[in-house]
């Protein structure tokens, strides 16, 4: 599932699982995302300047990333995360009107986070 969201210097869209996804790719380490961030500038950014657009409209984020775990919680029950995280995965590339300088297309923030301990009980079930 994804979602979108519109900021004054560009979009970001979240890619979460819904309450219907099975836990268990997680489990074995198949998949290592169960929430990703991904901001699309829509005005040229260096990496210094997104880093810093993104962690201002943070608190934004982070709001929206807890209205998505709480709508999908039959999913995400399973996890703990910790939401101290940035924008620190880039994908560049150079500005047509100078060959040196490089722009960002997008960058991309991964919470951190750990399966929580399952117990006895809901393993039997």
């Known amino acids: 599932m994804q979602k979108e969201i519109i900021f004054e210097k ?3 869209v979240i ?15 198949e998949y290592s995302e169960p929430i ?3 901001f699309i500038p829509n005005i040229e950014m260096t990496e210094d300047v ?3 657009y993104t962690n201002e409209i943070m608190p934004i ?4 990333a807890k209205k998505i775990i ?8 399973n996890f703990e995360f910790d939401f101290k995280s940035e924008f620190l995965g880039f994908q560049l590339e150079r500005q ?9 297309i ?18 039997q079930k």
Do not use: A, P
């Open 61 to 64: 984020i982070i709001e929206e």
């Open 10 to 12: 560009g979009k970001l």
């Open 106 to 123: 997008e960058s991309w923030m991964r919470l951190k986070w750990h399966l929580k301990e399952r117990s006895q009980t809901y393993l």
């Open 15 to 29: 890619g979460y699982c819904d309450s219907s996804q099975d836990i268990s790719v997680y489990e074995n380490g």
């Open 96 to 104: 047509l009107s100078n060959r040196n300088f490089l722009i960002v």
């Open 70 to 77: 709480v709508e999908n919680y039959d999913f995400y029950e």
């Open 50 to 52: 997104s880093l810093k």
């Open 36 to 38: 990703r961030f991904t």
